[in-house]
């Protein structure tokens, strides 16, 4: 075990905040890891937007579904998948490129979001703060596209809470490592039954003794519900059609 790894695996997100400014040195640092994440090709395809206005994060809450620790945290950052910059920067090159978003663009652009944002959080939590990103920003984005001023072929991939923790909640069980990990071959389904059931049992006591919970659930149950009806965000194609991305 060694420092990094401790606190990699003290990870727990963190929803009631204290109202301590995160100071400009602080944001700076933890922008400069986001930025030291690895990025295809070095394309940097993504941009990040930081919310300190409390009317801004007040509306912001509700577009996410009414996430109270949106509006508490001092600091909500809106992580991008950012095509705009690059093609700004081709025109530079080439008064005549166009960028061609299709699937693979798609792709680069959300997961170098994702890579820095992950980043960022580590390096969030090895300064002493919480996180939580924040899925919600996908309810409503063509709101949020318009509150935050984002160009055509940028979209918000999630938000992310940031401040000095006000809880300090117990850590989420993860899945067997059996689960997640196939050693040269995916796992037959048998073997990923059994690690589900098995987990299933670990999270009944988890959600059963939860502060506030105390819920009589497991984790198949959660994910079927998880994957079908409103929580699909069906508009997301329409919207990131309207933002300029293609999925050819
Ligand atoms: C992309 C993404 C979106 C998320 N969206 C939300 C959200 O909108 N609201 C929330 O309270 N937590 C959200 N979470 C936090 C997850 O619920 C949390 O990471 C997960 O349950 C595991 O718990 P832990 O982070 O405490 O280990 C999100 C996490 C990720 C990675």
Not at 40 to 51: E, F, W
Not at 137 to 151: D, F, K, S, Y
Not at 198 to 227: F, P
Request: with cysteine; charged share 20%; hydrophobic share 40%.
């Amino acid at each position: 075990m060694n420092e990094t790894l401790r606190l990699l695996l003290a990870h727990r997100s963190i929803r009631r905040f204290r109202p301590d400014p995160v100071p400009a040195e602080t944001v700076e640092r933890i922008i400069g890891a986001a930025q030291a994440a690895s990025t295809s090709s070095n394309i940097q395809a993504y941009s990040v937007v930081g919310v300190t206005d409390a009317g801004a994060k007040r509306r912001l809450a509700e577009l996410t579904g009414g996430q109270r620790h949106v509006e508490q945290c001092p600091l909500f950052l809106v992580w991008c998948a950012d095509l705009h910059r690059l093609q700004l920067a081709g025109r530079i090159a080439n008064p005549a490129f166009a960028l061609e978003p299709n699937v693979e663009t798609f792709l680069l652009a959300t997961v170098d979001a994702a890579l820095a944002a992950q980043n960022a959080a580590v390096a969030a939590e090895s300064l002493g703060y919480g996180i939580v990103y924040i899925g919600g920003i996908r309810n409503r984005p063509a709101e949020v596209t318009e509150l935050l001023g984002l160009p055509q072929l940028v979209y918000p991939v999630f938000g992310m809470c940031v401040g000095v923790p006000d809880q300090q909640p117990d850590p989420r069980p993860r899945l067997p490592q059996s689960a997640v990990y196939h050693s040269g071959r995916y796992s037959d389904d048998d073997a990923l039954e059994a690690a589900v059931r098995e987990y299933d049992e670990t999270m009944r006591s988890y959600y059963a003794r939860r502060a506030g919970g105390g819920r009589d659930t497991v984790w198949s149950k959660e994910m079927a519900n998880r994957l079908s009806g409103a929580n699909l965000r069906r508009h997301l194609h329409d919207y990131l059609l309207a933002q300029g991305f293609e999925f050819r």
